[in-house]
């Protein structure tokens, strides 16, 4: 299967061939561009790999392959020849048969890009009954046909189900069959993976590969990880800022990357801190159990050790209620039962109970910093509302705090007059930081302050809370779903799932030898850089689950 | 291989309903309804009791010796405390039986049920039609202006709906009128005469197309309902023109929101046309509040048209309150008031109604 993955598997024409593709994006009342100038070609049976981080104009340049620009997108220049038809010159009516029946589409969110209102098996077949290709009943045992081969659980009734009453990972295999339905020559895969847990990711990404390796269906997979498309690509390309900046086939492009750029994408990977010291306890939860609405239990019975001026890593996928335990201790959801002591004191349960110097000294950072930062808010204002609420400062002696902090997450006072839509990611979490210090906090909950963010940005954030915690011996909860993340910044590790804490110990104990069998199939299926590493991982699964039925 | 992360419990039998959910709310919401209408009757019968002068005095007039108003007020009851009449009121008006009007005689009682029935009737028909017409007018005309956001076509219709909802509605009746009567003598009149001769005779032509409307819309018991309709053809315009803005509105608002979703984009990544994906995709994802605002349309044709009546010289029950607050006659007052504030919370319930069924997330649980 390997040998055949460098060579595309069939010669003639390219089915895909874009040449000096160009296209402006309208922002701030202005066309800037966000592609510039890119050539990519595509043989039959094919996938590419395009990688590259947020605004490399990777989706554009997917969206571009089937003749569509997004709205609010203009194509300048260049020329996309799709089996040998011009489709920056087509009328749109032809364009829009081609759609969906012979270039297909697979969308990032899954569970916005299906209609809620209607049953996934109607929108699965959709496009074949309204182009008049196949037959409501033939479509219909397509579909079914195809989610059995994508490992749908109960492929026969899934159909029937809508959006809503399935999970993220049914709902993005579902989407692969929606987009196979029409036996399409070319499938744009728009980081389908990002949004799942890693568990979950394997499995997508294993029955995906196989359908499309399997119907010679060539594609254009576009991922922000490198390790992903490593597993899906035949060749890479690198994309930045709208330029392509090296293209390789796979295995050439992960052993030998010949620039910079390329080897930064994997920064995080890369990067370990010495561990800390061990301390004094400074948080310890005992028999923690907590939820929502009275009656959907979220904790079961946790209980865990923070030691003061070290970070604890909480480990879980989504639904593993680690978001609910910061949000447990900062005071947002009650404790059912089970206690939390602070600094040697009985942690109230809820923030109402708590004094302001208490809330003060437990600060968030959330992993969103475009919800968490008042759109209307300017900078100064946003770190100077801590400074008046909790420190009472006023005047002169507040702005020189505001502009020491500033001065602390290296920004610098140019920023004050700044309004959240006029800073970047990175910039918006480092005022989320500044906000948090400014109440002079001794322990901060991170809740996944890096996911939402590129992984070079992910980098420079992760060095600043490690800088900030040397120089002021702050402890961090950080929450996060990502092995490497953790890898990057923790002194202890928790792993958590389904509510329950699976395991803790500190970061080479959990990490390099695991006890338990969840935290080994976490840890195994991060995504390594090597192109083997997905085909290994399955043949390993199976061998095991084998050797478990003997 | 099965999935690790998700639950295999999530995928139970294929169609299931769950229509006792349904009706759990439907029951719950009819409950707070009758508490709210129970509220509002407190309400009606305390201001009328709060109103200053005497009933029966001001009935008789002036000149009436105290002995007869003091009889005349035993006979209406008003001698009893407000509380045991309230009671009373309210035992008769659970069966539909609202007391008798005021302007009862010793032997010809009349009874306010029965003063109320056919207005009411001819109320709901007029509105009925008025909304046969009106809503799914306003539904298309708002998809059609999502659709095509921004044209020739989207402005002029935007631009023409809020001119007939900025203009009061006697007016916009008061010109119809004026269309349908100068139909066939445009050029004669005044304005005809203003404008150059060639733009009058064309007006003229293109009016003398209108057929004649009546203009004035009074029936009876007799009237067959064919005519009926045919008389009212021009209240039901003029109506049609009063509320079709917001209704034409919000559906376009609602639906360049829903346009903007991430399956919309999808739906044209998949090939789907426009009109498709505007009908099939955005507008099952619309009703809710789209419902919402026709239910607060529909209320209005019921309890707000009394302008409209007096235009046409309809009779409505709007013209029969305003007949009864000028003379005094209380028991119909109340009973309309209390007929109005129903209507609006039995379309709100529908409308209620209508957002929990067009949602898959509300019917189907997980």
Redesign the interface.
């Known amino acids: 299967m390997n040998a055949s993955k460098s060579e595309p598997r069939q010669k003639g024409a390219p089915l895909l061939q874009i040449a000096g593709l160009k296209v402006d994006g309208f922002s701030d009342d202005r066309w800037h561009p966000i592609v510039k100038g890119v050539d990519l070609r595509l043989e039959r049976g094919e996938i590419l790999g395009l990688i590259g981080e947020s605004g490399a104009g990777k989706s554009t340049l997917g969206l571009v392959a089937m003749g569509y620009a997004k709205p609010g997108c203009r194509i300048t220049g260049g020329s996309v020849t799709f089996d040998g038809k011009d489709m920056l010159s087509l009328p749109e009516e032809e364009l829009r048969l081609m759609r969906g029946s012979r270039i297909a589409y697979v969308a990032q969110s899954a569970a916005a890009s299906f209609n809620p209102s209607h049953r996934l098996l109607d929108q699965t077949i959709e496009t074949a009954v309204r182009h008049g290709l196949l037959g409501r009943r033939l479509a219909a045992a397509r579909a079914v046909e195809m989610f059995g081969k994508l490992r749908l659980p109960r492929a026969a009734e899934i159909g029937f189900r809508f959006p809503h009453q399935v999970s993220g990972g049914q709902l993005q295999r579902a989407m692969t069959a929606m987009a196979m339905e029409c036996r399409p020559d070319l499938i744009i895969f728009d980081e389908p993976t990002t949004a799942l847990d890693v568990t979950t990711q394997v499995e997508v990404l294993a029955s995906m590969r196989e359908v499309v390796r399997e119907f010679n269906t060539a594609a254009i997979y576009i991922s922000h990880d490198l390790a992903v498309v490593a597993q899906m690509a035949d060749r890479i390309m690198v994309l930045r800022h709208g330029i392509a900046v090296e293209e390789a086939p796979t295995r050439k492009m992960l052993a030998e990357p010949e620039t910079e750029y390329t080897r930064s994408l994997w920064s995080v990977r890369a990067m370990s801190q010495a561990e800390r010291p061990e301390t004094d306890t400074h948080l310890s939860i005992e028999g923690l159990s907590s939820g929502y609405a009275k009656s959907v239990k979220v904790l079961d019975d946790v209980s865990l050790k923070v030691q003061r001026g070290r970070t604890l890593a909480i480990v879980g996928e989504s639904g593993s209620g680690k978001s609910t335990l910061a949000q447990v201790i900062s005071g947002m959801v009650p404790v059912w039962s089970g206690k939390m002591v602070f600094e040697g004191q009985v942690l109230p349960s809820g923030f109402r109970g708590r004094s302001r110097d208490l809330l003060r000294k437990i600060q968030m950072i959330y992993q969103s910093p475009d919800t968490a930062l008042n759109p209307r808010h300017t900078v100064e204002e946003i770190i100077g509302r801590p400074l008046e609420f909790y420190l009472g400062l006023r005047g002169e002696e507040r702005d020189r705090r505001v502009v020491e902090l500033l001065d602390m997450i290296e920004m610098g006072s140019q920023f004050l007059d700044r309004l959240p839509g006029e800073l970047s990611g990175g910039q918006k979490q480092r005022v989320c930081i500044a906000r948090a210090l400014a109440a002079k906090p001794s322990l901060v909950i991170c809740d996944e302050v890096t996911s939402a963010l590129d992984q070079l940005v992910q980098t420079e954030i992760l060095k600043l809370l490690d800088t900030l915690q040397q120089e002021l011996g702050i402890t961090y909860v950080f929450i996060t779903h990502d092995i490497a993340t953790v890898r990057a910044i923790a002194d202890q590790v928790v792993v958590m799932n389904g509510g329950k804490l699976v395991e803790q110990g500190s970061r080479a104990q959990v990490l390099e030898t695991p006890q338990q069998d969840y935290t080994n199939l976490l840890l195994s299926s991060v995504p390594e850089m090597d192109p083997d590493w997905l085909t290994r991982l399955l043949a390993e699964r199976r061998g095991g689950a084998i050797a478990a039925a003997n | 291989?099965?999935?690790?992360?998700?639950?295999?419990g999530?995928?139970g039998?294929?169609?299931q309903r769950a229509i006792v959910p349904l009706l759990g709310t439907v029951l719950q919401r009819l409950g707070l309804g009758l508490v709210t209408l129970f509220m509002v009757s407190i309400v009606i019968y305390l201001s009328i009791e709060a109103l200053p002068g005497d009933f029966a005095q001001s009935i008789l007039g002036r000149s009436a010796s105290p002995e007869t108003v003091e009889a005349y007020r035993q006979m209406l009851g008003f001698d009893r405390p407000p509380i045991e009449r309230y009671l009373s009121w309210m035992a008769g008006a659970v069966h539909g039986d609202f007391g008798s009007s005021l302007t009862s005689r010793p032997g010809a009682v009349r009874a306010v049920s029965a003063i109320i029935g056919p207005r009411l009737y001819n109320t709901f028909f007029l509105a009925a039609m008025t909304a046969i017409i009106a809503v799914p007018l306003a539904i298309l005309l708002g998809a059609l202006t999502a659709l095509y956001r921004g044209s020739f076509f989207d402005r002029a219709v935007n631009g023409l709906t809020l001119m007939t909802i900025s203009v009061p509605e006697f007016f916009i009746a008061y010109i119809l009128c004026y269309l349908v009567i100068s139909k066939d003598m445009f050029a004669m009149t005044q304005l005809g005469q203003l404008l150059p001769s060639w733009l009058s005779s064309g007006i003229g032509s293109v009016l003398s197309l209108m057929p004649k409307l009546p203009t004035l819309a009074a029936i009876n018991e007799s009237t067959t309902i064919g005519e009926r309709i045919w008389k009212l053809l021009l209240p039901s315009l003029t109506l049609t023109l009063v509320i079709i803005a917001h209704m034409m509105r919000m559906t376009r608002a609602v639906l360049i929101n829903v346009l903007a979703?991430?399956?919309i984009?999808?739906?044209?990544?998949?090939?789907?046309?426009s009109a498709?994906i505007v009908f099939k995709?955005a507008l099952?994802?619309a009703w809710a509040p789209i419902a919402t605002v026709v239910a607060f349309n529909l209320a209005y044709l019921i309890v707000g048209v009394v302008v409209v009546e007096v235009v046409f010289v309809y009779p409505g029950i709007g013209q029969l309150m305003v007949d009864a607050v000028r003379s005094r006659d209380m028991p119909v007052v109340q009973a309309c008031a209390l007929i109005f504030a129903a209507t609006y919370i039995v379309l709100n319930l529908v409308a209620d109604v209508i957002a929990i069924v067009?949602?898959?997330?509300l019917m189907?649980s997980?």
């Open positions: 291989m099965t999935d690790v992360a998700e639950v295999p999530r995928t039998p294929g169609r979703s991430p399956y984009e999808m739906g044209r990544l998949k090939g789907l046309s498709w995709h099952p994802n067009t949602n898959p997330r189907y997980r």
